[in-house]
């Protein structure tokens, strides 16, 4: 049973979760778990990657993906690890909406809150022309006034920090490539295992997502929640040069997905994520949902 087939309102699912904060993390996750997944939550002996997941949220507490989980603390987190270079480039961070002025941004950009998570909050402008000030401020204002919620709905403690929610405005990328692909780079202890590759998202329908090994062939796996990958991507020449960058970057975590973009040859950084879908996500075959959580060393959350 999937409860967002029940109650199909993102806004108030949240609401709902929101309300239940009070309930301690190990019953809410049992009974999210169940109702994602059909399945009981094993937390004593986890043999699932997405059982894992939610011991991680339970138990790992590392401040730095409190920092990571911000997005614009993140930029400082990756300049510092001497990765700089490849973050998208900056336009602005504001505080307020009325700080922005609006005549200066480029006619491309990308504007999203700093707290925003799974692809929420997010406003794309490809043609500033066809994008009035009114309504962009409007959008963006709507995101700021929001309840800056403490208690995560999927108990995700990496996203409960205390930074102050801000605007943050990038250059758009990919926007010269017929399709912008994506590379999701699943780190365990430093090293990658796995990644997604995501294509279509530039094609005018769903992304389609594709699971690979970590030297980049192509698994016959897919996920239930997304649309399979039909054509499977080409391998990029500098695959090496980004597999360095995930493992360097996910070194100090026992799991992390590490996100890179990497358009014409040029590697952009995208964001790292501690908890993917949230721990809530089933496989075909079922059995790979094991197999990633072999690679999962958690026996450190149970001293």
Known sequence: MNYRNIIKSRDLRVKLLTFLGWVPDGIMLRLQYWM??????????????????????MKYRNPDMLRCTDKYEVRKYIEEKGFGDYLIPLIGIYDHVEDIDYSKLPNQFVAKTTDGGGGNQVLIC????????????????????ARKIKKQAGREWAYENDFPRRIIVE????????????????????????????????????VQLGVYDENFTKLDVSR???????IPLQKPQNFDEMKTIAESLSRDFPHVRVDLYNINGVI????????????????????FDE????????????D
């Open 36 to 57: 994602q997944t059909g399945r009981k939550l094993n937390l004593k002996n986890p043999k699932r990657f997405t059982e894992k997941l939610q011991l991680y949220k």
């Open 126 to 145: 490809k043609d500033k022309s066809t994008l009035s000030e009114d309504v962009f401020k409007e959008r963006l204002s709507g995101w700021m006034s």
């Open 171 to 206: 250059q758009l990328i990919g926007e010269e490539c017929p399709d912008l692909y994506d590379y999701k780079f699943f780190c365990f202890n430093g090293k990658v295992a796995y990644l997604y590759g995501l294509s279509g998202r530039n094609l005018g329908d769903s």
């Open 224 to 230: 239930n929640d997304e649309r399979p990958q039909i």
């Open 268 to 287: 952009y950084f995208g964001e790292l994520t501690f908890y993917d879908g949230s721990g809530y996500m089933t496989y075909n075959p079922d059995s």
């Open 291 to 302: 197999e990633m959580g072999d690679k999962f060393d958690v026996s450190s959350l149970f």
